[in-house]
Every structure is written in structure tokens, then in C-alpha cells.
């Protein structure tokens, strides 16, 4: 298996960790853990996961002058990006998270072209808007979309968020060359953790242990291991072989499968034609922005 095939299962994988992420970290918060509480839950435990596989299999040390890089890595892939998603989702809907977050490929694309000076070809661009029409098709006839003044708050944190991650897919790329996975993972989370203990630590104390059901211990396990743990590595994997453009556009396979989870595992919906044409949308998206024999380009 080539490695550029193991890359589009890789960010397959992934997309379907986050597709079920929204509905799974919903239902711990806030009732249960409060957002920053949860970060540093979140980035903690993945942390520990990481130095341990690393200092198990993994011996490599990096140069000094690669820190700087790694710390604003941190900024923009752990902290900001995690304490804003999970804040603003919790005053949110999973549906008007999903929806906002469909800007990311956009903004990656951007800051790509200038920061890497990736070539914006009119398959990218055509790409985008297919997986963008698919998604926003999917989402919009949801009975869960309602932006406004009570959403707000959460909804611009989401849209923060996107913009962030967009940063941390183009800027970790040039370190994919001297490093491996691990190496780059695990000092981005011990930056990370520094950063969002100060923001979780007195909710953390809040936690009422004794009274979380063994449900939500299950879905806290999950956003450690696969959410962030699982999802991180993969994420970083695919880089190595794709560009941040076609990384960053399988995000809009993620309403579709949150959809196909609500069907499966609470049965309150129903696969239907407008679902299917959506997702014939993105699936053409993602091919036209992956497609290697691409040559058009409007930016040279």
C-alpha cells in the first residue's frame, strides 16, 4: 500500500473520530465536566500517551532552534484550538459547530498559498466549493441549526477555533521533514498543557467524581484516546504525504458521518436523497482536491 493511500485512510479515520466526537463530547459538558476542565483532561491524558510511546519506540532529540516552532505550534493546535472548540460547543449546537467548521479548508488554503506558497489550482478551488455545497447542504435542513443571539458567543469561538487549526495543518508541515510523528506530538503537547492548565485547573477541582455515570466515563475515554490521542497522530501522519489543502478538506465528510451515527446509534433520523446527494457532493470535493494529475493553476 502506497503511502499517500495509507494518508487518505488515515485522514478517513480521523474525520470519522470527529464526525462522532460532537455528539460524544456534547453530552459530557457541561452537565458533567466544564470546557476548560475538559481540555486539561484531554490534553493531559493524550500527553501522557504520547511521552510514553515515545520514550518507548521513539529516540530522537530535537535542535534548539525548532522550539520556538513547536511552542507556537502548541498555541495554535492545542490551546487555542481545544479550549475554544470545546468552550464554544458547549454554548452551541453540534450542528452550528459542524457548520462553521466547514470554513477551515478555506482558511488552510489561504495561509497555505502564503505561508508554503502552495499553488491554488482551479481543481482546489472547484473542490472546496463541491465539499462546501455537500456540507452546508447536509447541515442546513438539520432541526438543530439555529444561529443566533444565544449562540453567538459560542459560535464565533468555534469559527476562532477553525481559523487556528488552520494555522497549526500549514505550520507543523516543514517539521514533518526532520521529525517523526511522535517527536513533534509530544513537545506540541507539553507546550499545549502548560498553556491550558492555568484556563482548566480550578474547574478541574469541581469534578464531582462520585456521580458520573459509567457512560460518560466512557466518552471522556473516548476523547482522550481517540479524539486526541488517536486523531493527533494521524492527522500529523497524513501531512507527511499530503499537502495541508487536501488534509483540511476531509472535514467535510464530518456531517456526514455525524449524521449516519444519529442514524445508527439513536435512530432519530433517516438516510434520504438529500443526505446521499450530499455526500456525493463532498466525495467528489475530496477527489478534486487530492487529485494528483491536477496541472491548471490561476496562482503561480
Known amino acids: 500500500m502506497s503511502k499517500v ?17 460532537y455528539s460524544i463530547a456534547k ?8 470546557p476548560f476542565a475538559f481540555v486539561v483532561m484531554r490534553v493531559g491524558g493524550a500527553l501522557i500517551l504520547f ?15 525548532d522550539f520556538p516552532r513547536l511552542a507556537l505550534l502548541a498555541l495554535f493546535g492545542v490551546a487555542l484550538n481545544q479550549l475554544l472548540f470545546l468552550k464554544g460547543l458547549s454554548i452551541t449546537t453540534p450542528i452550528n459547530a459542524s457548520i462553521i467548521m ?10 497555505a498559498s502564503f505561508v508554503l506558497k502552495e499553488k491554488i489550482s482551479l481543481n482546489k478551488i472547484t473542490g472546496i466549493v463541491f465539499g462546501l455545497a455537500g456540507a452546508f447542504l447536509m447541515l442546513t435542513f438539520n432541526g438543530d441549526f439555529a444561529f443566533g443571539s444565544e ?7 468555534i469559527l476562532v477555533n477553525s481559523i487556528s487549526w488552520a494555522c497549526y495543518v500549514v505550520l507543523v508541515k516543514p517539521l514533518m521533514k526532520k521529525y517523526n510523528t511522535f517527536t513533534i506530538i509530544k513537545w506540541v503537547f507539553l507546550f499545549g498543557f502548560f498553556y491550558v492548565l ?15 455515570p459509567a457512560e460518560i466515563w466512557y466518552d471522556i475515554l473516548f476523547v482522550v ?19 495541508p489543502s487536501v488534509v483540511s478538506i476531509y472535514i467535510y465528510l464530518q ?5 449516519l451515527f444519529a442514524i445508527y446509534y439513536y435512530h432519530n433520523d433517516t438516510l434520504d436523497a438529500r443526505k446521499i446527494l450530499s455526500a456525493a457532493l463532498i466525495i467528489i470535493g475530496v477527489f478534486l482536491v487530492s487529485n494528483p494529475f491536477a496541472s491548471k493553476k490561476i496562482k503561480d
Open 102 to 111: 466547514i470554513s477551515n479548508p478555506i482558511v488552510v488554503l489561504i495561509i
Open 198 to 212: 492555568p484556563f482548566g485547573f480550578s474547574e478541574f477541582k469541581e469534578i464531582e467524581w462520585s456521580v458520573m
Open 151 to 157: 449562540t453567538i458567543a459560542g459560535d464565533v469561538m
Open 5 to 21: 493511500l495509507q494518508a487518505h485512510l488515515a485522514l478517513l479515520l480521523v474525520n470519522i473520530i470527529y464526525g462522532v466526537n
Open 255 to 259: 456531517p456526514f458521518i455525524a449524521t
Open 27 to 34: 453530552r459530557v459538558m457541561p452537565e458533567f465536566v466544564e
Open 51 to 65: 511521552w510514553i510511546v515515545s520514550a518507548v519506540f521513539i529516540k530522537e532529540k530535537v535542535e534548539k532552534k
Open 225 to 243: 484516546v481517540a479524539t486526541t490521542f488517536l486523531a493527533y497522530i494521524l492527522n500529523t501522519y497524513a501531512l507527511r504525504a499530503l499537502s
